[in-house]
């Protein structure tokens, strides 16, 4: 299976970052091709509402958002990565999301749009945050984030199949207890 990992943490080295490594790590013991991107290394200009992707299929403005488009033509699973940021999915991950408007949904008047490019695709969501479990659920916190990437999803066609959710985390935390890193890792190894 041809799996990428789209990781919109501006930290390479960080806590979202981590998890979603551990999670390749199983996904690689199964032989599975693996490829993670970080949007914080790609050059993606945000969306102007211009709404011509409707008609093109795709974002008019060509930047580093065809390699996210390459990658999801070719994946049959994708992973989406996001920090929680004031309740929602980082600044990197919105902005794609916006882009790829077009290449994933044909908006249809009084209907559900139709679905392009990812109909069928698994999908794996990963978030962190700062808050504790339980109150970043209760309150919305991890819980919104994590919405947002599976409406996208839902809309889209892909088939969410798992999620992780790394709570109380601090941005100066170097390492994750083996607990949560193995819960990521087997994650990895169940990809069918
Ligand atoms: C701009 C910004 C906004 C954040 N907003 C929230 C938030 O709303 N709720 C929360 O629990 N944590 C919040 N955090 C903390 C991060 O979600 C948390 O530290 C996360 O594990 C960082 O992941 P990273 O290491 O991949 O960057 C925020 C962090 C930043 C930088």
Redesign the pocket.
């Known amino acids: 299976m041809n799996i990428i990992a789209i990781n919109g943490?501006?930290?390479k080295e960080?806590?979202?970052?981590q998890i979603v490594s551990e999670i390749i790590k199983g996904a690689r013991k199964n032989k599975h091709d693996c490829e993670i991107i970080y949007l914080a290394e790609l050059n993606i200009k945000d969306c102007t509402g211009c709404g011509v992707c409707k008609e093109k299929r795709k974002c008019v403005y060509r930047d580093d958002i065809e390699k996210i488009e390459e990658a999801i033509l070719k994946a049959d699973l994708i992973i989406w990565a996001s920090?929680?940021?004031?309740?929602n999915v980082s600044a990197y991950m919105q902005r794609v999301f916006e882009r790829l408007c077009g290449f994933f949904i044909e908006p249809m008047p009084r209907r559900f749009p139709l679905k392009r490019n990812a109909k069928g695709k698994k999908a794996i969501l990963v978030t962190?945050?700062?808050?504790p479990w339980p109150i970043?659920w209760i309150f919305n916190?991890?819980r919104s984030c994590i919405n947002r990437m599976r409406a996208v999803c839902k809309f889209s066609g892909q088939k969410v199949i798992n999620t992780f959710v790394?709570s109380g985390?601090?941005?100066t935390m170097k390492e994750i207890s083996e607990k949560h890193l193995t819960k990521a890792r087997n994650i990895g190894k169940q990809i069918k």
């Open positions: 943490s501006p930290r960080g806590n979202t970052s920090p929680t940021h004031w309740t962190s945050c700062f808050a970043n916190i991890s790394l985390t601090t941005l």
